[in-house]
Nanobody, 115 residues
Framework: VQLVESGGGLVQPGGSLRLSCVAS????????MRWYRQAPGKRREFVAL????????HYAESIKDRFTISRDNSKNTVYLQMNNLKPEDTALYYC?????????WGQGTQVTVSS
């Protein structure tokens, strides 16, 4: 199982970014996918989840109405569209998949929101 995130960067408050996570080593369309984030000095927190065919999504309250999770099963990729970014969104963003009692994580992509 491999998860590779990309798309992070430095953005001004109010800006947008789209993160991508490309998955390999498993049947992508069989699994729900998640995004998490971890800010410096804080615990890793749940951001969003999308079901295996993309029919349903769930979000943390702190980012609801600003972030959108989506997936393209033909590309084995899950996305996180982030709009109206705030300084408190600064964190390392990870995608994650639970599978067979284990959790698999990517290496993360850094998002920094600052003027």
């Amino acid at each position: 199982v491999q998860l590779v995130e990309s798309g992070g960067g430095l953005v001004q408050p109010g800006g947008s970014l789209r993160l991508s996570c490309v998955a390999s080593g498993f049947r992508f369309s069989d699994y729900h996918m998640r995004w998490y984030r971890q800010a410096p000095g804080k615990r890793r927190e749940f951001v969003a989840l999308i079901t295996h065919f993309g029919g349903s999504a769930h979000y943390a309250e702190s980012i609801k109405d600003r972030f959108t999770i989506s997936r393209d099963n033909s590309k084995n990729t899950v996305y996180l569209q982030m709009n109206n970014l705030k300084p408190e969104d600064t964190a390392l963003y990870y995608c994650q998949v639970p599978m067979d009692g284990a959790e698999y994580w990517g290496q993360g992509t850094q998002v920094t929101v600052s003027s």
